[in-house]
């Protein structure tokens, strides 16, 4: 019997052919099943190590591999271990803004709450790290509970993450795959799929540098995403974020957000400078601003450390416990986030963009893009500003330089894709953030849907899980979007950025409808830029 090539040989041995003349790219392209470039660009059990280990199956995954380490049950346990140069598994019942940190630094993520388009996976797709959301899991001090498998805290567990197909969690350390991405040819014959692609783009999300340079080697065509407030997430800046949260008064926000800006310069100015005149998309401020704060006993005390070393006035724990509470609201997601920001507290984003204007001098034309835009009034406030009686309001337009610059709408909301007509007036451009438009078009939270949606599977109540594959009723709002969008601007620039921007599907409906790019995780390009060369020769061969 035959053995089977690995993805890497398949890879060479298709790239061989082309080189020898013996087939052209197009038949190479076609020849490759995009299910195989996992097996290069993440980690995958090694079957026979997971013989008779204990195991739970099920769940949704939320970044795809496998990965093996000890399990920790908090972000600073989690830490402390990697200091001591061990492989880690973060394990929760949900991830914060605090966790980032320890996301980045963990093999992979289990949490009880989220999903595939929810926070702990959004950031671990970008890192390269696993993600698993098991809705079944308990955790009761240092023992976690999932079904029948119970594992302790610093115990080893092997996570497996499959795109398709049914997740697993093992109690016991599994073999894994090495992939090489660098000796792969991966890069090479990524390099012939980009031939194939006439006008489709193919960006990342990308908010750091890493992300940016990773991107870029993986053949991203610019940043189609960069969230800002990612950026604040990391622990050196969290707390001055949270200083301007909680400042009493216009100066004390104003001191704190001074801070921000320097920040938020030098790191969109490295981005500029590594993308080297692509397109680079910035997000302007889109999360609650709750999500910045405390979330834990731990961080509490880690913060108001932080408030006894810095030189302002004393504040007590209760004081900063009674300004959290404050901020909480019922339905945060629907709530006060986005462009709302902005209209009620407009210098926050007036600090994001003087630091793009300052960070991008001729290195990049930037495109800014304001979140959560529910009609085209909000669009054309944050754009170009109002005046009335008493007051005034800067907008985007009135603090911008001489560089070309565009200024664009995430089309999010049901009611945004309606209105799309009236808001390309004031917007150049479109990006639409398929993962809240999935949820406020269909009512299902990004966060908890996990716990109900393998049932719909199973009985046809959705195909799909609407949060990797691009719904119906969604497909449909985005191309009113597109048609009604053009009709008032017809050289309207459009985007999808959510997190189905990789899916094959969702990639030959936005070259259908007429989107110029999607954008998706940097470890996700390359599956992205083969389905759109695969979808272009279809394409081709169907005269269309």
């Not at 809705?135 to 115990?155: D, H, M, Q, R, Y």
């Not at 509470?325 to 986030?337: I, S, T, V």
């Not at 009723?473 to 053009?486: M, N, P, Q, S, T």
Request: glycine share 8%; charged share 20%.
């Amino acid at each position: 019997m035959n053995r089977k090539k690995s993805a890497e040989e398949e890879i060479r041995f298709l790239l061989d052919q082309v080189k020898q003349g013996r087939i052209d790219a197009a038949h190479a392209v076609k020849a490759l099943d995009i299910s195989r470039l996992d097996e290069i660009l993440h980690r995958l059990i090694k079957a026979p190590s997971v013989e008779g280990l204990p195991k739970w199956t099920g769940g949704i995954s939320g970044a795809p591999g496998a990965a093996v380490g000890r399990a920790y049950f908090s972000a600073d346990a989690l830490l402390l271990a990697r200091k001591r140069g061990e492989a880690c598994i973060l394990v929760l019942p949900s991830a914060f803004a605090g966790d980032v940190k320890a996301i980045e630094a963990a093999a992979g993520v289990l949490t009880a709450q989220g999903g595939y388009a929810a926070h702990a996976s959004v950031v671990a797709r970008q890192y390269g790290t696993v993600s698993l959301v098991a809705p079944e899991l308990t955790i009761t001090g240092t023992k976690a509970v999932l079904g029948s498998l119970v594992f302790c805290e610093g115990e080893s567990i092997t996570l497996d993450a499959p795109y398709d197909g049914e997740p697993s969690v093992y109690r016991g350390a599994a073999e894994l795959t090495e992939p090489d991405i660098a000796e792969s040819s991966l890069f090479e014959f990524i390099a012939l799929a980009k031939g194939i692609i006439k006008q489709f783009q193919v960006r990342a999300n990308a908010e750091t540098p890493t992300d940016a340079e990773r991107a870029l080697s993986f053949g991203a065509d610019g940043i189609g995403l960069c969230r800002t407030e990612h950026m604040f997430f990391q622990p050196g800046r969290i707390n001055t974020f949270r200083e301007m949260i909680l400042s009493e008064g216009a100066e004390a926000r104003q001191q704190a957000l001074e801070k921000l800006r320097i920040m938020q310069r030098d790191d969109f100015y490295r981005i500029f400078k590594i993308m080297a005149g692509k397109a680079v998309t910035i997000r302007l401020l889109d999360a609650p601003l709750h999500e910045f704060m405390p979330n834990t006993g731990d961080e509490l005390t880690s913060y108001m450390d932080h408030l006894s070393a810095s030189a302002g006035a004393p504040i007590s724990p209760a004081t900063v416990l009674a300004r959290i509470e404050a901020l909480k609201e019922c339905n945060p997601m629907l709530g006060h986030r986005g462009c709302r920001i902005a209209v009620s507290y407009p210098e926050i984003y007036a600090m994001q963009v003087s630091a793009i204007f300052e960070a991008a001098h001729a290195l990049v034309h930037p495109e800014i893009m304001v979140p959560l835009i529910m009609n085209a009034a909000e669009m054309k406030l944050i754009a170009y500003g109002k005046r009335v009686t008493g007051a005034e309001y800067a907008g985007i337009a009135d603090m911008a330089g001489p560089l070309p610059y565009k200024i664009g709408a995430m089309i999010e909301l049901p009611a945004a894709a309606l209105g799309a007509g009236e808001i390309a007036r004031y917007a150049q451009f479109f990006s639409f953030g398929t993962n809240d438009l999935t949820q406020t078009t269909l009512g299902l939270s990004r966060d908890d849907a996990a716990g109900f949606l393998p049932a719909y599977t199973r009985y046809d109540l959705l195909p799909d899980n609407p949060f990797r594959v691009l719904d119906r009723g969604v497909k449909e709002l985005i191309a009113l979007a597109v048609d009604r969008g053009r009709l008032a601007r017809p050289d309207l620039v459009c985007g999808l950025c959510g997190e189905q921007g990789a899916d094959p599907a969702a990639i030959r409906f936005c070259m259908e409808v007429g989107i110029d790019y999607v954008s998706c995780s940097p470890y996700a390009v390359p599956k992205a830029i083969l389905a759109a060369a695969q979808a272009e020769l279809d394409r081709a061969d169907h005269g269309s």
